[in-house]
């Protein structure tokens, strides 16, 4: 358990998400994680559900925290900036979860003599799988990379990335449980068409997908030399695999990859 103070500016869903997950998981006690929301309703539920702390305004919500992690909306940055700048220590780790605010722009409001981390959360909090990913800037020390990663292996596993991959890696983890999600919906589908019920073929289906997934992750192997030991000359599954890839299927999972990181290019111009 880590003794450090963290104070959270914005107490929304995404907040609250990472608030239990350190809670739940020990990583922090709570009577040293504050607070802070504009709306007092929100404030107040935070406390009672997780034992923390509340602040009534951002100056003393910051006053001593060694961790200030900031989870606004990113046209709020700029008043929340403004409101606290003074008040930081010096040594306090900068922590945003605001979408498309680059490192470049935090130093600019908040002065680069900070140490300044960039993250983009896992999306699969509630069951704590998936990766954040965490940028950081040349004033954070090993050390520090210990205790971000320590706050966020509370939601999942924690990945250090240059920040010019953030878009990638929006792209490519953050909305890859829905291509994940829509995979699973086509075979809960074709196992109800081939006479289960959906409760059965739902079970088979998720049983089927972790285990693919520990044995990739127990050999190291490539998919495709698990898939080779799977079929048969003249076999059934060669013959399943071979509507897969006359339908390109592997062509149009990269591309829905592909056009996710064009958008997610647009929206940061």
């Known amino acids: 358990m880590l003794n450090n103070k963290i104070t959270f500016i914005g107490g929304g869903n995404m ?32 406390k009672d559900i997780y034992g923390i702390t509340e602040a009534e305004d951002t100056s003393s919500a910051v006053k001593d925290a060694d961790i200030v992690l900031i989870a606004v909306r990113p046209q709020d940055i700029v008043k929340v900036a403004q409101n606290i700048k ?46 954040s990913a965490a940028s950081v800037n040349d004033k954070v020390e090993e050390s520090d990379k210990e205790i971000i990663k320590s706050l966020l292996n509370a939601l999942g596993q924690t990945m250090f990335i240059d920040e010019n991959m953030f878009n990638a890696f929006t792209a490519y983890s953050c909305a890859g449980p829905a291509y994940v999600m829509y995979f699973i919906a086509a075979l809960v589908d074709s196992g109800v068409q081939s006479g289960f019920s959906r409760k059965d073929a739902i079970s088979i289906a998720l049983e089927n997908l972790m285990a693919s997934a520990l044995t990739i992750q127990k050999t190291g192997k490539h998919p495709y030399q698990i898939t080779d030991t799977m079929t048969s000359p003249a076999g059934i599954t060669i013959d399943g695999l071979h509507v897969l890839s006359e339908s390109g299927f592997h062509g149009t999972v990269m591309s829905s990859i592909r056009k996710a990181l064009e958008r997610t290019n647009e929206l940061e111009k």
């Open 15 to 46: 907040a609250e998400g990472i608030i239990k997950g350190i809670v739940s998981n020990e990583v922090f006690q709570p009577k040293n994680i504050t607070v802070f929301d504009i709306l007092n309703e929100r404030r107040k539920y935070l």
């Open 86 to 131: 003074n008040d930081l220590s010096k040594s306090a780790i900068i922590i945003s979860i605001c979408a498309g605010i680059k490192m470049e722009k935090m130093e600019e409001l908040f002065g680069s003599e900070h140490k300044f981390v960039r993250v983009m959360p896992n999306t699969m909090i509630e069951v704590q799988h998936g990766y």
